[in-house]
């Protein structure tokens, strides 16, 4: 969601839609489906389980004066839940996006956030990374992955992928970037910058932050930034500098 409502705010002339496992509490709607309405989001209904279980995520600020920044998050406290889908909810997805594909010969990009929490994990799972692999390439779309596990990834055949340091250790970095050519690997090092390679190239930038305090939301902050710089047409390093 995070991810999405960025996309919207710096794409505001495309739309944008997400796909997401999605459930209820109690007898109202989950704060994912009333934040993706209010930003106008597109909620896709594939994924959507009215009686699933749903993840809760409690934030505590501390806001004091004179302080800087003057808010800052002292307590952090996620309920996860894991929700691996279905034969039967993959089905349903890659219909819904050939469906979307041939109403819409506009569409332009996949943005992938792969958090691990089971969308991607267990045989179905594996079974949408390849399928949706092979939707990506029939209508050669953008695609753009950003995953807690980029070895699940490694014959992806995305446009670029983004992982932070630690994630990257997963990878056999030249044999990564040698399997699907013109793939860019973007790895966020947190106040140290990004590394990207690309083009048989390695380039460092330094982070715009001066003070970094909090990193929560920070990668789907930069997902997002760097996709719709290539949305428009930009090339690796504006994209990676916006």
């Not at 004179?66 to 349903?92: F, H, K």
């Not at 079974?127 to 807690?148: D, I, P």
């Not at 630690?166 to 040698?178: I, K, N, P, V």
């Amino acid at each position: 969601a995070n991810v999405a409502r960025w996309l919207k705010g710096l794409c505001p002339g495309h739309n944008i839609c997400l796909h997401g496992h999605a459930g209820y509490h109690g007898t109202g709607a989950s704060d994912l489906i009333s934040l993706t309405r209010d930003a106008d989001v597109y909620l896709a209904p594939a994924l959507l389980r009215p009686h699933g279980h749903i993840t809760t995520k409690e934030r505590l600020y501390l806001t004091q004066p004179g302080m800087s920044p003057r808010t800052r998050q002292v307590l952090r406290i996620d309920d996860d839940t894991t929700m691996q889908v279905t034969v039967e909810e993959v089905d349903g997805l890659l219909s819904y996006l050939q469906m979307r594909a041939k109403r819409e010969p506009t569409l332009r990009a996949v943005v992938v956030a792969d958090y691990d929490k089971g969308v991607f994990t267990g045989p179905d799972g594996d079974a949408l990374v390849t399928r949706l692999g092979a939707f990506v390439q029939e209508h050669k779309l953008l695609c753009v992955v950003n995953s807690k596990q980029p070895q699940r990834w490694f014959n992806f055949p995305g446009t670029a992928m983004v992982c932070n340091d630690r994630e990257g250790d997963q990878l056999d970095t030249a044999e990564f970037l040698g399997i699907v050519r013109n793939r860019a690997l973007i790895i966020t090092c947190g106040a140290q910058g990004v590394i990207a390679q690309y083009d048989y190239h390695c380039l460092n930038f330094s982070s715009l932050a001066t003070n970094v305090v909090d990193v929560t939301g920070a990668g789907d902050a930069f997902l997002a930034g760097f996709a719709s710089a290539l949305l428009i047409g930009q090339d690796w390093r504006e994209a990676i500098e916006r």
